[in-house]
């Protein structure tokens, strides 16, 4: 998945676990993706109407009848499903799921798969802010998942970051 995509997949924080709820069949009905989830409904029908805007979830045209799902995912939505859930197989508790559905969490970490300065990964992700990338790379430091390295040796000393441990795994998933 190229960058620009995971930047707007991950723009609304609940886009991985439902496309990781439907990816793992839950019935594509409000109420029971809700409660997959844990996503407020106000939250849950922002993230669906993004993801049919991104074109990963449709409506289902045959939808009536109570036992028909009311969404499905389409062919790009699959893909996604199945990398939203490689990605919750890699973290092995609620608070990495946490962090890994931030909104700029995962497209930083697919960022910095080589060591990379500040300004690189800011170029690489557009629309971000300085401010929203400093706090990103902090939460991810402080989970281990991504390593901060000064270099001395260039005038002026420059910072370089690159994805580590479940991060690095994360981002090498990102990548492929």
């Known amino acids: 998945m190229d960058i ?3 930047v707007n997949l991950t723009s609304r924080a609940w886009s991985l676990p439902v496309l990781a709820s439907m990816g793992e069949g839950v019935a594509g009905r409000q109420a029971p993706l809700i409660h997959a989830t ?3 409904r106000t939250a849950f029908r922002q993230t669906l109407d993004h993801l049919i805007e991104l074109g990963l ?3 289902n045209p045959g939808h009536g009848h109570p036992l028909r799902p009311e969404f499905r995912l389409t062919e ?3 893909a996604a499903a199945q990398m939203a859930l490689r990605v919750r197989a890699i973290l092995q508790d609620d608070a990495g799921w946490d962090l890994a ?3 700029w969490t995962l497209p930083v970490l697919r960022a910095t798969l080589e060591p990379a300065r500040f300004t690189d990964i800011r170029r690489q992700l557009v ?3 300085d401010r929203a990338l400093s706090q990103s790379l902090v939460r991810l430091e402080a989970s281990n998942w991504m390593l901060r390295d000064v270099d001395v040796q260039a ?6 970051y690159e994805a580590t441990g479940q991060g690095r795994t ?3 998933l990102l990548a492929a």
């Open 4 to 6: 620009l995509s995971l």
């Open 38 to 40: 844990g996503a407020g």
């Open 57 to 59: 979830v449709e409506r």
């Open 76 to 78: 790009e939505g699959q």
């Open 101 to 103: 559905r931030k909104a």
């Open 127 to 129: 629309p971000i802010t």
């Open 155 to 160: 005038r002026p000393a420059r910072a370089l």
């Open 170 to 172: 994360i981002s090498e």
